[in-house]
């Protein structure tokens, strides 16, 4: 019997010749296939099974609905913590003038406030006008719309006034109502010369406070600046008259032969007199040649100036003598004067042109006859005011003048009291009746 080979197939299986190469290639088969199969049940990648909150299960992330977010429950709990529901306490906040018992003892704790705490709005909590405003104008510096916001005038005035020197700005001081605040202001803050009214006032103003004549606009300005100084040299500044310039050296150097540079006498008569003038020395008139208009008119100036008639009589004309009378008697309410004057009829002219200018009858009591009846009712009857009640009562013509004058005078003041003045009954009725 034969024995059996274990490397053959069984009966009935074709026999087949195995090498070894064919070993290796089926063992290689092998292996790739476990190798696909393994590969298709491997596990999902980290972070790629998030749900629907966004939380990662295979990392161990899990929803907490508690806190709102994903977490993990062995690093942290997700019961919510516990809130705590007590209230907290604000302690109440206490105004720092509230216990104040008075309006006065409140707005002096405000204004203390305002003042320690530099803090303007502090000056609300004052009840007071006056006390509110003073509280506010020490904050006030640059800012003119802060003035208009406070109460009274004077408050507003020195809130203008303070801004005004703080942005140095002269216009601001127009705005100021006190005359004298707003006189100081433009002083302070522009040349003093601003407050001066014209231009010419202001001109001769700067040119004495420059020392420079040719900041003058007229020749007074000019004659005065030299007489002032003393400075000769302005005189040849004067433009229009060359008079003047005579006169304004002959000032300065008070010298009279000045006056005679031109060689004319008319010229050097005038220059007199305008110098006498400027110096105030009636002396001076008497350089003036005699007969000459000039040298009378000197005198009756002066005469006018120091309320002394005499004066007049150094006048050399005739006619200068009486116009010198009449205007003083005029002028100073004088008509005493008029005695003086030596024709009649400019001597009846000086009392009626007096007692006119005047409104004084009194004055025609120097006149006679139908001069003194004309010239009381010229002045009680015409167009000029009755000047007083004396004036009627110094009327010579008592019976008839004289209650006519009050009459008249009441009736202008519309005065019924000078009616009781009136002596006569009748000129009393009518008077009253008048005003009743």
Same mark, same amino acid.
């Given at each position: 019997?034969?024995?059996?080979?274990?490397?053959?197939?069984?009966?009935?299986?074709?026999?087949?010749?195995?090498?070894?190469?064919?070993?290796?290639?089926?063992?290689?088969?092998?292996?790739?296939?476990?190798?696909?199969?393994?590969?298709?049940?491997?596990?999902?990648?980290?972070?790629?099974?998030?749900?629907?909150?966004?939380?990662?299960?295979?990392?161990?992330?899990?929803?907490?609905?508690?806190?709102?977010?994903?977490?993990?429950?062995?690093?942290?709990?997700?019961?919510?913590?516990?809130?705590?529901?007590?209230?907290?306490?604000?302690?109440?906040?206490?105004?720092?003038?509230?216990?104040?018992?008075?309006?006065?003892?409140?707005?002096?704790?405000?204004?203390?406030?305002?003042?320690?705490?530099?803090?303007?709005?502090?000056?609300?909590?004052?009840?007071?006008?006056?006390?509110?405003?003073?509280?506010?104008?020490?904050?006030?510096?640059?800012?003119?719309?802060?003035?208009?916001?406070?109460?009274?005038?004077?408050?507003?005035?020195?809130?203008?006034?303070?801004?005004?020197?703080?942005?140095?700005?002269?216009?601001?001081?127009?705005?100021?109502?006190?005359?004298?605040?707003?006189?100081?202001?433009?002083?302070?803050?522009?040349?003093?010369?601003?407050?001066?009214?014209?231009?010419?006032?202001?001109?001769?103003?700067?040119?004495?406070?420059?020392?420079?004549?040719?900041?003058?606009?007229?020749?007074?300005?000019?004659?005065?600046?030299?007489?002032?100084?003393?400075?000769?040299?302005?005189?040849?500044?004067?433009?229009?008259?060359?008079?003047?310039?005579?006169?304004?050296?002959?000032?300065?150097?008070?010298?009279?032969?000045?006056?005679?540079?031109?060689?004319?006498?008319?010229?050097?008569?005038?220059?007199?007199?305008?110098?006498?003038?400027?110096?105030?020395?009636?002396?001076?008139?008497?350089?003036?040649? &005699?007969?000459?208009?000039?040298?009378?008119?000197?005198?009756?100036?002066?005469?006018?100036?120091?309320?002394?008639?005499?004066?007049?009589?150094?006048?050399?004309?005739?006619?200068?003598?009486?116009?010198?009378?009449?205007?003083?008697?005029?002028?100073?309410?004088?008509?005493?004067?008029?005695?003086?004057?030596?024709?009649?009829?400019?001597?009846?002219?000086?009392?009626?042109?007096?007692?006119?200018?005047?409104?004084?009858?009194?004055?025609?009591?120097? &006149?006679?006859?139908?001069?003194?009846?004309?010239?009381?009712?010229?002045?009680?009857?015409?167009?000029?005011?009755?000047?007083?009640?004396?004036?009627?009562?110094?009327?010579?013509?008592?019976?008839?003048?004289?209650?006519?004058?009050?009459?008249?005078?009441?009736?202008?003041?519309?005065?019924? /009291?000078?009616?009781?003045?009136?002596?006569?009954?009748?000129?009393? /009725?009518?008077?009253?009746?008048?005003? /009743?």
């Amino acid at each position: 019997m034969r024995a059996i080979n274990p490397y053959k197939f069984p009966m009935g299986f074709p026999r087949m010749a195995i090498s070894m190469r064919a070993w290796f290639a089926l063992v290689i088969m092998v292996s790739a296939l476990l190798m696909a199969g393994c590969a298709q049940t491997q596990a999902p990648a980290p972070g790629s099974d998030r749900d629907a909150h966004g939380c990662i299960p295979s990392a161990g992330y899990s929803w907490c609905d508690s806190k709102q977010k994903c977490l993990r429950e062995w690093e942290e709990n997700c019961t919510a913590p516990v809130q705590n529901t007590t209230p907290t306490v604000v302690p109440a906040v206490v105004a720092p003038c509230a216990d104040t018992h008075s309006v006065q003892t409140h707005d002096l704790c405000w204004a203390s406030v305002a003042n320690k705490q530099k803090n303007i709005t502090a000056c609300d909590g004052i009840y007071q006008i006056d006390a509110r405003d003073a509280c506010i104008l020490p904050f006030v510096t640059s800012d003119p719309a802060v003035c208009s916001q406070l109460n009274t005038i004077p408050a507003q005035d020195n809130c203008t006034d303070r801004v005004a020197h703080a942005l140095n700005q002269s216009a601001m001081c127009a705005k100021l109502q006190d005359i004298t605040l707003q006189r100081n202001c433009y002083i302070d803050l522009n040349s003093p010369c601003a407050i001066e009214t014209t231009p010419n006032a202001v001109a001769s103003c700067e040119a004495m406070r420059k020392h420079d004549p040719a900041l003058c606009l007229d020749d007074v300005c000019r004659f005065n600046y030299a007489q002032t100084t003393q400075t000769i040299d302005a005189c040849d500044m004067i433009k229009a008259d060359r008079v003047q310039v005579l006169s304004c050296k002959a000032t300065v150097m008070q010298d009279p032969t000045y006056c005679t540079g031109d060689n004319l006498s008319s010229r050097a008569d005038y220059c007199y007199e305008l110098t006498a003038e400027a110096l105030n020395d009636s002396s001076w008139c008497s350089y003036g040649q &005699l007969g000459s208009l000039y040298r009378d008119d000197c005198y009756e100036y002066f005469a006018i100036l120091t309320k002394n008639p005499d004066t007049c009589k150094y006048a050399y004309l005739e006619t200068s003598r009486d116009n010198c009378y009449i205007n003083y008697s005029i002028n100073v309410d004088a008509p005493a004067a008029c005695e003086n004057v030596i024709n009649s009829l400019n001597r009846n002219k000086c009392y009626i042109h007096t007692a006119l200018q005047r409104g004084d009858p009194s004055a025609c009591n120097g &006149l006679m006859g139908k001069d003194k009846t004309s010239c009381y009712n010229l002045v009680v009857t015409g167009s000029v005011p009755i000047r007083d009640v004396q004036a009627c009562m110094a009327i010579d013509n008592t019976e008839v003048w004289q209650p006519i004058c009050l009459r008249n005078l009441a009736v202008q003041k519309k005065d019924s /009291s000078i009616c009781d003045l009136i002596t006569s009954a009748s000129y009393q /009725s009518e008077c009253k009746a008048k005003l /009743s």
